[in-house]
């Protein structure tokens, strides 16, 4: 059974239940002890910046920065795409506290890890 989770979103306020999934499975590995790698691409790169994620409603949904917490708390990592960051104009400095940016590259080499399962929502 893998003991990391490869978690890539590629949307956010524009496919809200395909976003709040992503997030909600990468909190719920993460509480159950699973190591959890989010990736944000596309839309949901704007949720690692400050006040972002609570801005996002759906209904019947855990709240995004309730799900964010619980996935850096436990460990987990969430990290910007390099290009999707480039194209809105987020830099290093303007990320909530924990998030990263971090290209292709990275992102491969953790999905290709012996004992991980990669996902994309």
């Known amino acids: 059974m893998p003991n990391k989770l490869v978690l890539k979103v590629t949307a956010g306020a524009d496919a809200p239940e395909r976003c709040s999934q992503a997030f909600t499975v990468a909190a719920v590995a993460a509480a159950s002890g699973v190591e959890v790698s989010l ?8 949720f690692a910046l400050p006040g972002r994620a609570a801005e996002f409603e759906l209904p019947h949904a855990a709240p995004l920065p309730d799900l964010i917490d619980s996935i850096l708390a436990a460990g987990g990592r969430i990290t910007v795409c390099t290009q999707c960051a480039a194209r809105r104009d987020i830099e290093e400095k303007d990320l909530l506290e924990g998030f990263r940016i971090a290209g292709a590259q ?7 890890t012996d004992g991980t399962q990669a996902l994309v929502y």
């Open 106 to 112: 990275l992102f491969v080499q953790e999905a290709m």
């Open 39 to 46: 990736w944000l691409t596309g839309e949901s790169s704007w």
